[in-house]
Each structure stands twice: as C-alpha cells, then as structure tokens.
C-alpha cells in the first residue's frame, strides 16, 4: 500500500499513531462504560473478564486505570455480621462432617444459612441452601419470622428442585431452626446427613457466609424495600437471575453458578462419550 501510494512506512505509521490508538480506546472506554453501569458492584478484575469476554485484549490494569480516569468506581460494602443465629438450646447439636472434607462433584454438600433483610418498617428474614460446589442457591425461602418452618420451606425447595442422592452432607451453624426436630425429621425422610459448625467457628460455614455478604453487598444495601411482598419479589430476582445465571464467581474462574454446572455436565458428557460409556444425566442438571 505505501509503495502504490509513494509514501514511506515511517510516514503511514506515525499517521497510524495519531488515529487507530485512539479510536480503540475510545471503542473499549465506551463498552467499560456501558459494563461498570450494567454491573454497578464489579470491580475492575471482574470488569475486565467481560471485557475480554467482549473481544478486547485488555488486562486488569488496565481496566483499572481506565476506571480510575473515568471515576468508575465500584460500590462499596459494608460489614456483614450475622445475628440470626440462637444456638442457647436444648436440641441435639451433631459434629461437624466438614472438617478437611471437599466437594468433589454437585449436590455432595450443602451449605444453610439465614440472615435478616431490612424494610422501611421492621424486618424479614431469608434462608438459603447452596450448593458447597458450584456456589448455585438451590433452595431459599423468605419471611417475617425466624420459626423453623422458614428454613424448613427452604430445604424443601432445594430437595424438590435437586433431588439429591442420599448421603448428601447438609451443614449448618448451630442454630434453633436447622436443630429441632421438624427439620431434622426432613432431612431424615430424604436420606440427608446433618452437620453443624462448631463452636464460635464462623469458617466453618463460610460459603454461606460469603453469599450472604455477596446479597448484602448487592442487592440489599441501598435499597428500600416497602414490605414484605416486594422484598420477596427483588430478592427472589437477584438470586433466581443475577447470582445464579448471570454473577461471575471468582471461585468458579469468572464463571455463573450456572454456567459452572453447564460446562462441568459438558464435560462430564464429553468424557463418557469419549470412553463409549452409557450416556448418564450429570447430577448438575
């Protein structure tokens, strides 16, 4: 081109300086833009995994100096602290099943919890059971009450959506609700084995802990909710479509809970076809 055009290489490169850089940026800060609004709570190391995601070659640092210029900055949280449980009772307490024990595979252990959502006047109250392996929310019920029934909704949700296998290791903290007799009696029906935290270790359910601090972080701080009816509506939204499908999870490598079981089903498919094995449905699905 330069030859059929009489210019010289150094004179068509420093035009090419002046230009194509620019309109890169320019193309790549409008899209950081567009993203860091779409997904007000991710910071530039998650921002930079959609980026990539959309074509441009870009690394975390980046990302990270462009948000500085552009003030692109993510929200912030607060510090999350539990006081929903009440372990003062007179209800078996198990052992922690846990300790130095990894999932291997989907619905192997799952992991309870329950924490408080503020509305203008008063409170509600969420359980949640996740998956220990793919993050996902396979069950969650939400109330204005702290009675056993709500993390009992809870667990039969997760078991009717999942049906998992017997011998799933189901941890808790040590809570009245996940202790008395109504919820130990469904996990018994359902060939689910109990486990609890022990005592003032808050690592050992953490999992839990950390969606919780995610649904804090993300959905709830900020937010009003008028009552009870429109709280169940955002919330059941967030964790049905955002943390479920759609939030990448840094333990998952920038993957969605979903798109983590999908790809792992995938390649479990994969796999069986290759040894010429008997087609199984992945216990993801």
Known sequence: MCELCKLSRAGYY??????APRREETALRDVLQRLALAHRRYGYRRLTVLLRREGFAVNHKRVLRLMGQDNLLCLRHRPFVPT??????DWEVVPNLLHRLRPGGCDQIWVADITYIRLQEGFVYLAVVLDAFSRKVVGWALDDHLQASLAVEALQRSVTDRRPPPGLIHHSDRGVQYACA?????????GLQASMSRVGNPYDNAKAESFMATLKREEVDGRHYR?????????????????????????????SPLEFESHLAGTSAANLAAADAPAITPNCL
Do not use: K
């Open 84 to 89: 929903t449980t009440q372990s003062d009772h």
């Open 14 to 19: 420093r035009q090419w300086r002046l230009s």
């Open 227 to 255: 009552d009870l009816a429109e709280a169940r509506a955002q919330i059941g939204a967030f964790i049905d479509t955002v943390y479920n499908v759609h939030r990448l999870h840094s333990a998952l490598g920038y993957r």
């Open 182 to 190: 109504e919820y130990r009696r469904v996990l018994a029906e359902h």
